[in-house]
């Protein structure tokens, strides 16, 4: 009997492993791998509504001439960043520049003329002085009768007339002072005329727009170029009017961008009043942290809560996903073993589970490379 009892126990022993019938013997003397693991758990999760929208940055500028003319020199392309008053575009100015000069050609006529009219003023004021200092003596030596009337009225008209001399000296100096005023403005309006052929940035970004090249006529209200600042981007998306109730101003959603493989959370930073009358939706805005490679005009979803419901939930990093299966390490007598699954939606910290697993269900979390099912695992903090 002894015989007969000692191979059956190893027998039994043989096949009592963790792994598959297949490796039996592999199985039972592999180590055991260690392994964190996670809960299944029942959460509270709001239903949630997705709604898509684009890109766009938060501070952007099309620039345009204000003049119609000729493009000399295009000094960026897209994709460029630029600097803040950088020059970009550069316009023929020769006519401009002939304004200019001829303005400042007025202004120095008039300049010349002032120290001409101040002397003439000087001069008017002297005269005057000394037929008033006349006239009153002339005055006196009346009173007493030493001189003629003739030789009064003469001192008299002298002293008007050199009080209407000092008059017009004194209206010419005030015209050649309205006259140098007038042409400091000419020059000054001259000189921002010219400057409009030079177009520089209005502040710091990277150029996103170009549709102008070296030899093209700008013509006023034109685009020339786009420039976006950096680093202030916003997702605008459209809300059905039967959701607006569920979307306040301040909020925090979370927004996934495909092109970026990302999913954060954002705030509600605007909510356009205006419904459209083609799709009966409102604007809403988002704005969206920085991070490099955003750009404006790449796809983007908001979801917003709504009710609350019940789900059973895992962590992201239980989650193994081959193709279109997608699976989870369960935890079994001391094995982990394979568990397909069927997901729902997800957040950054939590997956739905839509079917396969149940509340209290341990799971390996996160799970190692080459665990295989049926390994024989321990468990540790």
């Known amino acids: 009997m002894r015989f007969v009892f ?48 684009t890109v766009r940055a938060r501070t952007a500028a099309v620039l345009s001439s204000k003049l119609m003319a000729y493009v000399r020199q295009v000094a960026v392309e897209v994709g460029d960043r630029v600097r803040e008053a950088q020059l970009l575009v550069t316009l023929d100015s020769q006519d401009l520049d002939a304004n200019v000069r001829r303005a ?41 009768k030493s001189i ?10 002298r002293l008007k007339s050199a009080q209407a001399a000092y008059e017009m000296a004194r209206a010419k100096r005030s015209e050649l002072d309205a006259r140098r005023a007038q042409v400091q403005q000419e020059v000054r309006a001259a000189t921002i005329m010219r400057g409009y052929a030079r177009i520089s940035a209005p502040f710091s970004g990277v150029v996103t727009a170009k549709s102008v090249e070296t030899g093209d006529l700008a013509a006023p ?10 680093g202030a981007y916003r997702l605008e998306t459209s809300v059905e009017e039967s959701r607006l109730p569920f979307v306040k101003a301040g909020q925090n959603v ?43 005009g790449m796809f983007g979803r908001a979801w917003f809560p709504l009710s609350a419901r019940e789900v059973v939930a895992i962590p992201p990093q239980a989650l193994l996903e081959r193709g279109q299966l997608q699976s989870v390490f369960v935890i079994e007598d001391g094995c982990a073993r394979t568990r397909l699954v069927t997901v729902g939606q997800r957040t950054r910290n939590a997956i739905e589970v839509l079917s396969g697993l149940s509340p209290g269900e341990k799971l390996v979390s996160p799970v190692p490379a080459h665990l295989m099912d049926g390994a024989r695992v321990e468990v540790r903090p």
């Not at 013997?25 to 592999?30: E, F, P, Q, V």
């Not at 209200?221 to 950096?230: D, F, H, M, R």
């Open 6 to 53: 000692l191979p059956a126990l190893a027998a039994v022993a043989l096949w009592s492993g963790c792994g598959r019938e297949s490796h039996p013997r592999n199985a039972d003397t592999a180590p055991a791998i260690p392994v964190q693991t996670a809960l299944v758990s029942s959460q509270q999760w709001p239903d949630l509504y997705a709604a898509t929208g």
């Open 104 to 144: 400042e050609a007025g202004q120095a006529e008039v300049l010349s003329a002032i120290p001409e009219a101040d002397s003439g003023v000087a001069g008017a004021k002297a005269n005057l002085d000394l037929s008033q200092s006349t006239f009153r003596r002339m005055e006196e030596l009346a009173s007493k």
């Open 148 to 157: 003629s009337n003739q030789e009064f009225d003469e001192s008299s008209a």
């Open 221 to 230: 209200g034109a685009p020339l170029l786009t420039v976006e600042k950096e």
């Open 254 to 296: 979370d927004v996934g961008l495909e092109a970026l493989g990302r999913q954060f959370a954002a705030r509600v930073s605007e909510i356009v009043p205006a419904v459209d009358a083609a799709s009966r939706a409102y604007t809403v805005k988002i704005d969206l942290p920085a991070m490099p490679n955003l750009r404006s």
